[in-house]
């Protein structure tokens, strides 16, 4: 009778190791691995690369008429925007970065770090380098991730449907040839034209002043007919006075 009960407890200990090996074999690994992961929680009064990269992914949603700045340090702005990235995907709405919402971010991101739905290639079809424009060509690529995870906010907010970019960064030399302004945000990569449908422009226009541009220009403005136009700047132009955005 012993010898059976060892036998018996054996057989439920190696169970129980086998169970715990598959569990561990079978954890599906960080999809961040070749991009970015966080190792600690985040909340407001930290700072860091961390904090920044936070910011980066969460740029799209700083509330109406507003830009969440990216600059390592998590204040109240950095807050309300991850409230409301959280609430935007159904977390916890507490503030705070913690393994939810990097676990969302992970899901939303590619190994280089950009949206699941946007890519380095589709905001430049200028030149492969990012190079010729009014800044460095690292600096160009760096507002361009920016503007694709606020983008990626948009199309959320506007139920996860495609919005079709039809022109982004351009150097001088592409910016001549398509008779764009000397002063045009598309030279900083930090602008992004977008057509119609599946969104109307003025569904765009209007949606973008949730989103973190400065200016938006659309219908009613001269030369946007066919596209809204969102970008980065200093102060605030805001004009699609055939859609009530001004």
């Given amino acids: 009778m012993f010898r059976r009960t060892v036998r018996v407890l ?3 200990t190696l169970a129980a190791a086998a169970t715990l090996v598959a569990t561990v074999t079978t954890a599906a690994p960080a999809q ?3 991009c970015y992961t966080w190792s600690r929680q985040l909340s407001e009064g930290m700072t860091g690369e961390d904090v920044r990269q936070l910011q980066i992914r969460v740029a799209g949603y700083p509330g109406y008429n507003a830009v969440l700045g990216v600059d390592g340090a998590f204040g109240p702005a950095t807050r309300s925007a991850v409230i409301r990235f959280q609430q935007a995907y159904g977390l916890g709405a507490d503030g705070i970065a913690g393994p939810l919402t990097f676990n969302k971010i992970y899901a939303l991101q590619d190994d280089d770090c950009t949206p699941v739905n946007f890519s380095y290639a589709e905001l430049n079809d200028c030149n492969s380098d990012w190079s010729g424009g009014a800044v460095s060509a690292s600096t160009a690529r760096f507002n361009a991730l920016v503007n694709m995870w606020k983008l990626q906010a948009m199309r959320h907010a506007l ?3 495609q ?4 022109s982004a960064f351009r150097s001088h030399a592409c910016n001549n040839a398509v ?43 001269p030369g946007h007919s ?3 136009h969102v970008a980065h700047k200093s102060s605030r132009t805001w004009s699609a006075s055939s859609c009530g955005v001004s």
């Fill in 32 to 34: 961040a691995d070749g």
């Fill in 159 to 161: 139920g996860d449907q």
């Fill in 10 to 12: 054996a057989a439920l």
């Fill in 163 to 166: 919005l079709r970019v039809t």
């Fill in 179 to 221: 008779g764009g302004s000397a002063t045009s945000r598309h030279l900083y990569g930090d602008a992004v034209d977008i057509g119609a449908s599946p969104h109307s422009l003025c569904t765009l226009a209007q949606q973008a002043r949730n989103h973190g541009w400065r200016e938006i220009l659309g219908p009613g403005y």
């Fill in 226 to 228: 066919d596209h809204t």
